[in-house]
């Protein structure tokens, strides 16, 4: 079945230690997405791929850094993790930009920052 | 700001019971509205969306209705099921989604 894998499902890191996490697809779609979720909040946009094309968010911090090597894998890099950073990341996919009401999340990694 | 604001859970109800889960936005403009669900152990999935003022949205037995005057999209089941447990998502948007903070739905037989 086509999907949106994630990787590692819980991630545990320590406070400034850089921590990668991981999404992949079978769906050979266009844009992908980074969310962030923290508890009893609604999923916030990162940043997006829109194939090669990396779109920030204005207010995601510079801490969040993305890379897309191809077309399915996308990674979230956090330089220096903090306390609030404790989050779900949720990536998420869709064939196109006018697509981008139809999107295909993945399960979420859970991270947590000690 | 554009927000969404949705019926803060948990919600309880007992299988064959009506549901209704409340939800309103603040945006400029007439953005596409939508609802997600999200299974546990799974990814958010889209569950209806309606695209302009009184459109109705359905799927699986739900259904919400875009209401421009009240800035509203409820999500409606006549008769719930113990498989509809999980937490729903209400959002909207003009090119990016804007989600609500989510409702957990808990079915007992």
């Known amino acids: 079945d086509a999907m949106v894998i994630q990787n590692p499902r819980y991630q545990v890191t320590q406070f400034g230690k850089p921590v990668t996490l991981s999404c992949s697809q079978t769906l050979n779609h266009n844009v992908m997405y980074w969310y962030q979720q923290k508890s009893s909040q609604a999923p916030k946009l990162l940043f997006h791929?829109?194939?090669?094309?990396?779109?920030n968010e204005a207010d995601t911090p510079d801490n969040f850094q993305s890379r897309r090597p191809n077309t399915s894998f996308c990674f979230l890099d956090i330089r220096s993790p903090g306390l609030g950073d404790a989050a779900m990341y949720l990536c998420?996919?869709?064939?196109?930009?006018?697509?981008?009401?139809?999107?295909?999340f993945g399960p979420g990694t859970r991270l947590t920052v000690l | 700001g554009d927000s969404v604001t949705q019926m803060e859970g948990p919600v309880t109800l007992s299988e064959e019971a009506f549901l209704t889960i409340n939800c309103t936005y603040t945006a400029t403009g007439y953005p596409s509205l939508f609802w997600y669900v999200q299974y546990p152990g799974e990814g958010l999935q889209l569950l209806l969306k309606a695209t302009k003022a009184d459109d109705k949205g359905s799927n699986k037995g739900f259904e919400a209705t875009y209401r421009k005057e009240t800035t509203s999209f409820h999500l409606e089941k006549g008769s719930v099921q113990v498989s509809d447990s999980a937490v729903y998502f209400c959002g909207f948007g003009n090119e990016k989604l804007t989600f609500g903070t989510g409702t957990r739905l808990t079915i007992i037989p």
């Open positions: 791929y829109y194939d090669k094309d990396f779109n």
């Open positions: 998420a996919t869709s064939s196109s930009r006018e697509k981008w009401n139809e999107q295909f």
